[in-house]
Nanobody, 125 residues
């Protein structure tokens, strides 16, 4: 059983930055493809970014491309999401997720096996 714990959310002004972390335990982290998703009030959960087991490949939703960067440190069992140039529309609860079955990440949330509890990100002046 893999446990995921997100941290780093908070309130930030438009144009600001935040770095989210997701610490994993209970499994072999290097065998997990990882993804970040978000869910705004009244909206469905959506894919934000994903990274392969090794960290050699990653991809992003169009809405965050060029502003967000996903990375991982397999020695620390942690995946990160660096968010720059934040916009009010980035406001959401952000979740990390782990996929046991793929080397590379998928944007399909139904393919993920484990989820964290989420961390709130609010972008507002």
């Amino acid at each position: 059983q893999v446990q995921l714990v997100e941290s780093g959310g908070g309130l930030v002004q438009p144009g600001g930055s935040l770095r989210l972390s997701c610490a994993a335990s209970g499994g072999t982290f290097s065998r997990l493809a990882m993804g970040w998703f978000r869910q705004a009030p009244g909206k469905e959960r959506e894919f934000v970014a994903g990274i392969s087991r090794s960290g050699s490949s990653s991809y992003y939703a169009e809405s965050v491309k060029g502003r967000f960067t996903i990375s991982r440190d397999n020695a620390k069992n942690t995946v990160y999401l660096q968010m720059n140039s934040l916009k009010p529309e980035d406001t959401a609860v952000y979740y990390c997720a782990a996929d046991l079955n793929r080397r590379t990440a998928t944007s399909d949330l139904n393919e993920y096996d484990y989820w964290g509890q989420g961390t709130q990100v609010t972008v507002s002046s």
